[in-house]
């Protein structure tokens, strides 16, 4: 069953439209500046009488990031390159915008007062402390950083128990997991399918695989998305993410967890119920209705968002993921089998090799055998502090570049 209870939700719970407009939620934007970060400002620029953009944050991206402030007028901003602040501190000041650097700021603004929902939108290991700051902070979140899941599950899950917080998740698949089960809580869950697209080699050889450049797996056939997600979803290890995250989002074990390919991409994932009942979320790829749907829930806001007309997907297909050429789906199985460290070894070499990849140091079918010994190399924990995450981490990756 799952973890967390929407109906626990405190401010939005059995609210009508006309008074959610009255609410006005101020969300603090982790990541604004990246993919989900624009889509979900593009969210807020539609709904401007249901949501603002109480803070938002980049790691570089200066420009961007003075752009948004300028056109969203936060209460705070931060960019967590310190080299960046006094551009823009400069460029921000006549609008009376507090401006913040450095990566602990992104802890503290989540904490802040005139803060009612964070989107935790940034890429990879570096969301851990600051969604544990906001789920302390008692913050609900609106989780995109699957990664936060994948390296320390039990501690965020609990974290999250013991504050009373609600976790919403952001990626299609989870999301839509969350909408199948509206009303089915109580029902008991047999299995999930989360659907993959399969990703721009889907059906490739192995001898093709030794091929591929980082241009041809940056060309995903469906979504756009940033540059680390979209080698992960070429690999499968997007996919192999998803896995340990909906483990502790929704408390199935590994044997309640199916992955199909499903190149369409228009059922995003499928709930099955104990008499056999199937239920599946559909749409047409568009990050910016689960984003919303986190944003506004229980409540389901109007979009102009396009709309899926059956005749233009006259079949829709399935089939089994191979394991063998896409070996990181089966690590990611493997490492929530492990439970313990092991998904943060997994994640952080993950990180490493992708890095090495986007710049040409290692080739693709390389990726997957360097998480693989690293998974075999470095020391297990079978329990771990959020100090041993980080150690783990950080040894993780010094092996990994060896390797590289």
Same mark, same amino acid.
């Not at 008692?138 to 320390?152: F, H, S, Y």
């Not at 999301?175 to 059906?203: D, M, W």
């Not at 997007?238 to 199909?260: P, T």
């Not at 191979?322 to 789906?329: D, S, V």
């Given at each position: /069953?799952?973890?967390?209870?929407?109906?626990?939700?405190?401010? +939005?719970?059995?609210?009508?439209?006309?008074?959610?407009?009255?609410?006005?939620?101020?969300?603090?934007?982790?990541?604004?500046?990246?993919?989900?970060?624009? %889509?979900?400002?593009?969210?807020?620029?539609?709904?401007? =009488?249901?949501?603002?953009?109480?803070?938002?944050?980049?790691?570089?991206? $200066? =420009?961007?990031?003075?752009?948004?402030?300028?056109?969203?007028?936060?209460?705070?901003?931060?960019? !967590?390159?310190?080299?960046?602040?006094?551009?823009?501190? @400069?460029?921000?000041?006549?609008? =009376?915008?507090?401006?913040?650097?450095?990566?602990?700021?992104?802890?503290?603004?989540?904490? @802040?007062?005139?803060?009612?929902?964070?989107?935790?939108?940034?890429?990879?290991?570096?969301? @851990?402390?600051?969604?544990?700051? $906001?789920?302390?902070?008692?913050?609900?979140? *609106?989780?995109?950083?699957?990664?936060? +899941?994948?390296?320390?599950?039990?501690?965020?899950?609990?974290?999250?128990?013991?504050?009373?917080?609600?976790?919403?998740?952001?990626?299609?698949?989870?999301? *839509?997991?969350? %909408?199948?089960? *509206?009303?089915?809580?109580? &029902?008991?869950?047999?299995?999930?399918?989360?659907?993959?697209?399969?990703?721009?080699? #889907?059906? /490739?050889?192995?001898?093709? +695989?030794?091929?591929?450049?980082?241009?041809? *797996?940056?060309?995903?056939?469906?979504?756009? /998305?940033?540059?680390?997600?979209?080698?992960?979803? !070429?690999?499968?290890? &997007?996919?192999?993410?998803?896995?340990?995250?909906?483990?502790?989002?929704?408390?199935?074990? !590994?044997?309640?967890?199916?992955?199909?390919?499903?190149?369409?991409?228009?059922?995003?994932?499928?709930? %099955?119920?104990?008499?056999?009942?199937?239920?599946? %979320?559909?749409?047409?790829?568009?990050?910016?209705?689960?984003?919303?749907?986190?944003?506004?829930?229980?409540?389901? +806001?109007?979009?102009?968002?396009? #709309?899926? &007309?059956?005749?233009?997907?006259?079949?829709?297909?399935?089939?089994?993921?191979?394991?063998? &050429?896409?070996?990181?789906?089966?690590? !990611?199985?493997?490492?929530?089998?492990?439970?313990?460290?092991?998904?943060?070894?997994?994640?952080?070499?993950?990180?490493?090799?992708?890095?090495?990849?986007?710049?040409?140091?290692?080739?693709?079918?390389?990726?997957?055998?360097?998480?693989? #010994?690293?998974?075999?190399?470095?020391?297990?924990?079978?329990?771990?502090?959020?100090?041993?995450?980080?150690?783990?981490?950080?040894?993780?990756?010094?092996?990994?570049?060896?390797?590289?």
């Amino acid at each position: /069953m799952v973890r967390w209870n929407p109906g626990q939700s405190k401010r +939005l719970h059995g609210v009508s439209i006309n008074k959610f407009s009255d609410l006005k939620k101020r969300i603090a934007i982790l990541g604004s500046t990246g993919s989900i970060g624009t %889509q979900a400002l593009d969210v807020i620029r539609q709904h401007k =009488d249901f949501f603002t953009a109480e803070v938002i944050t980049a790691q570089k991206n $200066a =420009d961007l990031l003075i752009e948004q402030a300028i056109e969203f007028k936060p209460d705070s901003v931060v960019i !967590a390159d310190d080299k960046y602040y006094h551009k823009v501190k @400069l460029a921000l000041d006549p609008l =009376d915008i507090k401006v913040y650097s450095g990566t602990d700021a992104l802890s503290q603004v989540v904490e @802040l007062d005139n803060v009612d929902m964070v989107l935790a939108a940034l890429v990879g290991f570096a969301g @851990l402390k600051p969604t544990l700051k $906001a789920i302390d902070a008692g913050k609900p979140i *609106a989780l995109a950083n699957k990664e936060t +899941l994948v390296v320390a599950g039990e501690l965020i899950t609990n974290a999250a128990k013991e504050k009373g917080v609600n976790l919403y998740p952001v990626d299609s698949e989870h999301s *839509a997991i969350y %909408q199948c089960l *509206a009303g089915e809580f109580h &029902n008991v869950l047999e299995k999930i399918y989360l659907t993959a697209s399969g990703g721009p080699f #889907r059906g /490739m050889t192995i001898d093709q +695989l030794k091929n591929v450049t980082k241009a041809d *797996a940056l060309k995903h056939p469906n979504w756009t /998305m940033g540059a680390k997600v979209t080698i992960d979803s !070429a690999s499968l290890m &997007n996919k192999g993410l998803e896995v340990i995250e909906a483990h502790w989002l929704f408390g199935l074990k !590994a044997e309640q967890i199916d992955v199909i390919v499903h190149p369409q991409s228009i059922v995003h994932s499928i709930v %099955q119920f104990s008499d056999g009942s199937m239920k599946a %979320q559909m749409g047409l790829p568009d990050m910016k209705l689960p984003i919303q749907y986190a944003f506004s829930y229980p409540v389901r +806001l109007t979009s102009d968002f396009k #709309r899926f &007309n059956f005749i233009d997907y006259p079949q829709l297909t399935f089939e089994k993921p191979n394991l063998e &050429n896409f070996r990181n789906l089966a690590l !990611a199985f493997h490492a929530l089998k492990k439970k313990g460290n092991m998904p943060c070894i997994m994640n952080a070499a993950n990180e490493e090799v992708v890095t090495a990849f986007l710049l040409g140091k290692i080739s693709f079918l390389d990726m997957p055998s360097i998480i693989e #010994r690293c998974m075999e190399k470095m020391p297990f924990m079978e329990k771990s502090t959020l100090e041993d995450y980080i150690n783990t981490d950080r040894e993780t990756r010094i092996f990994a570049t060896s390797i590289i």
